[in-house]
């Protein structure tokens, strides 16, 4: 593992406390007006849970769900007019995991599942990046809309994309909420992105086409992601560090291989060889977890952070690999 942040309060020392927390009342009077569930929206407008307190394997980490509920695109673009009678919103229920502790702010990552997953399978992942100082924030998305060969559409993708950053406002109007169990704890110039397969086109969109763009987002991770047009707009150059990571078994390599060539400068692309597509990133993980906890922090670190020193990190992860992992790396343009 490569060193934590330093100067971010004593998360470490607070025990192991699993807190649950299920609300939407903490929100401030600016945000209610979009979070609170409306005609249509399933549920309570407030929620709320008692504390779990967790295993060894929670120590030092604080989760809090928070349940948004987007009532300002209440219909799908593409919906039929049968569907548009029916009110609607968009329910995103979202785990904010950060150190126990924490008293000052933290870099923000958001990240994104996979193809109608649960981003708990990711816990491990981002568990590692929260003990290493940073808060996570993991939404479950809506089911993915798919075509008639039950592929994801671009139009699904897209409005995944708009979720994400409406999940990204809302916790940000938390960080000023003093009645927010998030106040204060967010830095918001220091936001990355993870995606993992179809979420990595999730934070592609947010990065690198012109349909979804966040400028906000200052690094992102491409974790076995997909990479493949939207309905609307088209991918440029991104103006932040991007680092991929993915398995040359799975049947999507191809996705990193091509998309590393169309990216800008600087960049990453970790190659797990004999890796296929989950093992990596989600539970349960195969022997490439070690490996892929200590990249993706030192990546963090360097971007996030500003720790120099964490370059040199990442490469001497890749050369101790003996071989199970390769890199590509272009920092500046060409």
């Known amino acids: 593992m490569s060193t934590p942040l330093t100067n971010r309060g004593p998360h470490r020392a607070f025990g192991v406390a699993l807190l649950v927390v299920v609300v939407c009342s903490v929100l401030s009077s600016a945000a209610r007006a979009t979070t609170t569930p409306g005609v249509g929206c399933v549920g309570p407008d407030v929620q709320s849970g008692a504390p779990v307190f967790g295993d060894d394997d929670d120590a030092g980490v604080t989760r809090v769900v928070f349940t948004f509920v987007d009532r300002g695109r209440v219909t799908d673009p593409d919906a039929t ?112 992105a993870a995606g993992m397969s179809l979420g990595g086109m999730t934070v592609y969109g947010l990065v690198s086409n012109t349909c979804c763009r966040d400028p906000r987002i200052a690094a992102a991770l491409l974790l076995a992601a997909v990479h493949r047009d939207f309905d609307t707009g088209k991918y440029i150059d991104q103006h932040l560090p991007v680092m991929l990571i993915q398995g040359d078994q799975d049947i999507g390599y191809h996705n990193s291989v091509n998309a590393y060539l169309k990216l800008a400068a600087p960049k990453w692309f970790v190659t797990l060889h004999g890796s296929t597509h989950s093992p990596p990133f989600e539970a349960p993980r195969g022997p490439e977890a070690q490996l892929v906890d200590a990249t993706t922090i030192a990546f963090w670190n360097l971007y996030l952070d500003g720790q120099d020193a964490e370059e040199g990190q990442i490469i001497a992860q890749i050369d101790g690999s003996r071989g199970s992992a390769s890199l590509q790396r272009q920092l500046v343009p060409r």
């Not at 169990?181 to 830095?187: E, F």
Request: hydrophobic share 40%; net charge negative.
């Open 81 to 192: 007019d049968d569907q548009r009678t029916v009110p609607t919103c968009r329910v995103l229920k979202t785990a904010v995991r950060f150190p126990t502790g924490s008293t000052t702010p933290l870099p923000l990552v958001l990240a994104v599942h996979g193809r109608d997953g649960d981003p708990e399978r990711l816990q491990p992942l981002l568990d590692a990046w929260v003990n290493a100082g940073y808060m996570v924030a993991a939404p479950h998305f809506l089911v993915t809309d798919k075509d008639a060969d039950d592929k994801p559409t671009g139009a699904a993708v897209r409005r995944q994309a708009a979720d994400a950053r409406f999940v990204l406002d809302q916790l940000l109007l938390l960080n000023d909420d003093p009645a927010s169990p998030l106040h204060g704890l967010i830095d918001a110039h220091r936001i990355g």
